[in-house]
T-cell receptor, first 115, second 116 residues
Framework: EAGVAQSPRYKIIEKRQSVAFWCNPI?????LYWYQQILGQGPKLLIQFQNNGVVDDSQLPKDRFSAERLKGVDSTLKIQPAKLEDSAVYLC?????????????FGQGTRLTVV | AQSVTQLDSHVSVSEGTPVLLRCNYS??????LFWYVQHPNKGLQLLLKYTSAATLVKGINGFEAEFKKSETSFHLTKPSAHMSDAAEYFCVVTQNYGGATNKLIFGTGTLLAVQP
């Protein structure tokens, strides 16, 4: 079974530039998550989709971050404009029907460096 | 709101000695709890999960954890550390939205070092 695919693996941009990350979840997984992991911290949920609807985006900085999940499959996360504090690993995860009894599967992440 | 506290940011053990990584949780209802492991430059991997069945949970690679409601703890243990266990470990609790969906709330992580 293919895992969660993310691209790119690494990205370096200058502050105030824009960047986009892509995630392809495991086939059939209805729930998709984007997490931000700053160095030395645990992952923090940015946004959670159930199919193509947003379940939770309470910690997404909506003035600069946006995410979409068209057709309930792939998802993109965009930052525009980027700030230095956005330097982090952005993790995508998916689960079949939510994580209370199941498991979330994580991609390898995209490491963003803003200079 | 649900939360987890990992009591040690770094733990160092010698190969072949026991491992104990401590986690306390806060939840207003019966939680689901997980331990995830993150090796350098690799994705997060589920070690084990507690979902209100047996309180002693066995996971992969010889790890286990015991859910203790009276102590609000979910400590991770392994009888004998191996060099390959060196990684960062996250204790995780779910927050329930009231339906089938939940979100994972991560602790700050414990970095485990294994000395030869």
């Amino acid at each position: 079974e293919a895992g969660v695919a993310q691209s790119p693996r690494y990205k370096i941009i200058e502050k105030r530039q824009s960047v986009a990350f892509w995630c392809n979840p495991i086939s059939g997984h209805a729930t998709l998550y984007w997490y931000q992991q700053i160095l030395g911290q645990g992952p923090k949920l940015l946004i959670q989709f159930q199919n193509n609807g947003v379940v939770d985006d309470s910690q997404l900085p909506k003035d600069r971050f946006s995410a979409e999940r068209l057709k309930g499959v792939d998802s993109t996360l965009k930052i525009q404009p980027a700030k230095l504090e956005d330097s982090a690993v952005y993790l995508c995860a998916s689960s079949f029907r939510g994580v209370r009894t199941g498991e979330a599967f994580f991609g390898q992440g995209t490491r963003l460096t803003v200079v | 709101a649900q939360s987890v506290t990992q009591l040690d940011s770094h733990v160092s053990v010698s190969e072949g000695t026991p491992v104990l990584l401590r986690c306390n949780y806060s939840s207003s209802y019966s939680p689901s709890l997980f331990w995830y492991v993150q090796h350098p430059n690799k994705g997060l991997q589920l070690l084990l999960k507690y979902t209100s069945a047996a309180t002693l949970v066995k996971g992969i690679n010889g790890f286990e954890a015991e859910f203790k409601k009276s102590e609000t703890s979910f400590h991770l243990t392994k009888p004998s550390a191996h060099m390959s266990d060196a990684a960062e470990y996250f204790c995780v609790v779910t927050q329930n939205y009231g339906g089938a969906t939940n979100k994972l709330i991560f602790g700050t992580g414990t970095l485990l070092a294994v000395q030869p």
